[in-house]
């Protein structure tokens, strides 16, 4: 998947030596191959540099094999496939980071790269402020000093609420996202460069499809490069967070403070109670059911309800949960 | 309680006869009976209608014996009130929904009704938007970008703070209310349609007494139908949610990730420690302490102390915490 | 630690006389010695008045000996050091409360003291406002509809994200604020006064150091006298709150709804998982790890591995995990 120009200017191509230099890496290929694009490694393309973290084992089967470059450790570089140069570096995720910030720079809120196009039948309350590049669809809503970014695209009869701000991103229609809510700000990726704790830049997008809920002050993050996605119907919650790369089925219900770490997936018609967190990388299986207060760790399978924390089957929760009780009451309870 | 036409525009009275080819529901009786206003089953009026949904036996008891008119499933039909006309529909809370959209109308942030009524004492920070028919006290202060919804009323004193934003609600004095607080958006309330999950519309409002505190990026959502109110001197910290149709006490502290479900009832003086949550339509007596981090799902007696999730009273959690801590300790130490 | 009058406006020195009249202390020393401000007990310096609530036996180690005046219980007023002039009255916080209100004004967002002073490079997008007093920095970034409170200094490279708000704060270079986050905000602090609950005036700062990240829609409260502190480099997810008087170090990471509660300090490098939330004046030791939805309620060494709620070392958390599910497993499983 490409990076989006609507949301990241292409800052231009440039060349493997030049990212060799920039980065302190050691390369001994076509100094003069041409660099479009940072790009992750599962789906990489020829004008695309990716990078590797890991083991050389795991080398050949996570990156793709039209991939243009890759930033790797001296160790990993023997696992690449063929035909994809190898830029050797000790911090191969912390290169990847100062390429991406050579080819292409987030359109910042002032960004001027046209006007916005406004539906005639659209309405703009008092304070909403609407970027270059924008498009709103018919009978769209935007409330009072709302911000919607640079190039978002908003469907029709999409309501968006008081305050609310939304960028990198495409949202359906017949869409409501109440008031407070932030879509489309970088996830949170962290990684340590060589002077202390550094931001991953976020390169990806939010798609919200139609008739979605997304509740006041509520917050979904951008993809870090692929998207974070929510499926149509799905109803989100007050002051929820959707972390980056989150894929959310259909018919999703997630109560207050419900946060799906990144990478999660979730299946159609999932439902969770009030405080659900779900550890990063985990699936839930369609149509399973979390009680309220659960803290899942590991993927959940299909039609299935789990509570605690970590998260079991509810019957055996509840079982824990009423043994330990009888184990712990006082003496003169228990002799009754 | 009737739906209030400051924040909700009356459409025009219909009949039971446009209503019941509406949502095509089967009905014998006067199809030119009048229907003013949806409203819900236990208080609804003359020219209400309301709807019943659970098993026949006890439509009796749930249902205002002077309710307009009830849809209801066939099979629960029998047990409606003499003089409520039923309207027989396999979704009664879905047909209600379709009968709430052509009665009334939710007041959009643009709404034209007349000025605001901004006392002459009041300040508008800049970028402040008071909507039409809404009116700030003597001495209030509207932070910069904040907004104040159509009809909203704003007591003396009474401070918004930045980017905060209240519709839907009536708010006393001496009030203070942090940036970024949203109050009366709708709650979370999610039926099933035909085509998948639906919003349900939420008619009700948020009444805050004097002195309260609403702390930053915290939510008040208004009530289904009736209000949710916040007694006199509670305190809530910043990052609460608090449900539709929940009713605080006064002098109640709620610390910060407070999540209180829809129609929880808290009594006077209630202290929550930080990440409380409670479960929907449970009531915490008067005077009781809830730990940080308790999760509750029954009710609470007035003036006990509770602590884990889910909830038991505080000396029986600690004893189960030491209890289970001392079983698993390592071998070497328990036989010290 | 003086109260700062770019945020708080002095109104002016007032006398021990006066502020007895006031509080209805009980006071016989000299009535014309001049307070020009209210302060913590224990910095507390020649025209400071503090106060102290507590046993007499613990006045004495509490109170700065050069603090000028105390609000203090009879009992506890014999330990105070000699010099410290004595108002006795029976409320000694609440007392303390009605003399700062006579000596010290928050700021407000209308305050006119002076023009913004917005570097050449920097940059206010449609709707940011920038109140009295305030200094954005060179190639600063302020958001659309963003609010930058009076007196708040903005250090260069900095970018405050859409619709977020910040007062009494001192920002560092190249801090990232994402949307909707709000810094400044008074702390929580509620006291019994003679009618109910009260909220304890926040006369201190938040400073934020070089290189942070603060996410969408966290909150940073500012200190009660003391400052709230960011170290260097620390990255804050989305949806966090950070009490009064935290003291985060450098490198610290906090991921998604991490709750610090007041006065806690958090050493160098530590990383918090999902959902943590520290009790008030805890200390985290450097480097120690704590896992996602641990509720902390005691002090951590560094560099060591906690979980669970109440938290315990990481290993005895998963045996314990581990055992719990053994005994309660079903029989037929056990048998195996």
Redesign the interface.
């Known amino acids: 998947m490409p990076v989006d120009p609507r949301f990241f200017e292409p800052l231009g191509a440039t060349t493997l030596g030049a990212l060799a230099k920039l980065t302190g890496a050691v390369f001994s290929g076509d100094a003069g191959a041409q660099i479009d694009s940072v790009a992750p490694a599962n789906s990489a393309g020829r004008g695309d540099i990716c990078f590797h973290e890991g083991a050389a084992a795991k080398t050949a089967a996570s990156i793709s094999p039209v991939a243009g470059a890759c930033f790797v450790s001296e160790a990993a570089a023997v696992g690449l496939p063929e035909g994809v140069a190898a830029l050797i570096v000790s911090r191969p995720r912390w290169a990847h980071i100062q390429a991406g910030h050579v080819l292409h720079k987030l359109r ?3 960004d001027v790269g046209g006007d916005p196009d406004v539906h005639e039948t659209a ?1 703009l ?3 909403a ?1 609407v ?1 270059a590049g924008a498009a709103i669809g018919e009978h769209a ?1 935007i ?5 919607i ?1 640079p190039g978002v695209q908003i469907g029709c009869h999409t309501k968006v ?5 939304i ?1 990198c991103a495409l949202i359906g229609d017949f869409v ?1 996202i ?3 809510a ?1 879509i489309g ?2 996830g ?1 990726g ?1 990684t340590g460069g060589p ?5 991953i830049p976020q390169w990806g997008r939010v798609i919200i499809q139609d ?1 979605v ?1 997304v ?3 509520t ?1 979904i ?1 951008r993809g870090a490069f692929a998207d974070t996605m929510i499926g ?4 989100i ?3 929820c ?1 959707i ?1 980056h790369n989150v894929i959310l089925g ?2 999703v ?1 997630i ?3 419900g ?1 799906i ?1 990144g990478s999660v997936t979730v299946g159609d018609s999932v439902q969770m ?3 659900v ?1 779900i ?1 990063d990388h985990v699936d839930i299986g369609e149509g399973a059911t979390l009680a ?2 659960t ?1 899942i ?1 590991r993927n959940i399978p299909r039609d299935e309800a789990w509570g605690g ?2 998260a ?1 089957p509810m019957r ?1 929760y509840l ?3 009423a ?3 009888k ?3 006082p003496k003169k309870k228990r002799s009754e």
Chains 1, 2, 3 share one sequence.
């Not at 002077?195 to 931001?199: I, K, M, S, T, Y």
């Open positions: 910042e809120w002032d309405i309350a008092p304070g402020v970027c809503q409330g009072p000093n709302a911000v970014g609420g008081a305050n609310a701000s960028r409501t109440l008031s407070g932030r700000e970088s949170f962290v002077e202390g704790a550094e931001n008739h809920l509740g006041a002050n917050c993050d149509e119907r799905t109803k919650d007050n002051l967070q972390g259909q018919n219900l109560a207050s403070f946060g770490s109670g009030g405080r967190g550890a309220a207060s803290g760790f924390t970590p079991k055996q079982r824990e949960v043994w330990l009780k184990q712990v009451a």
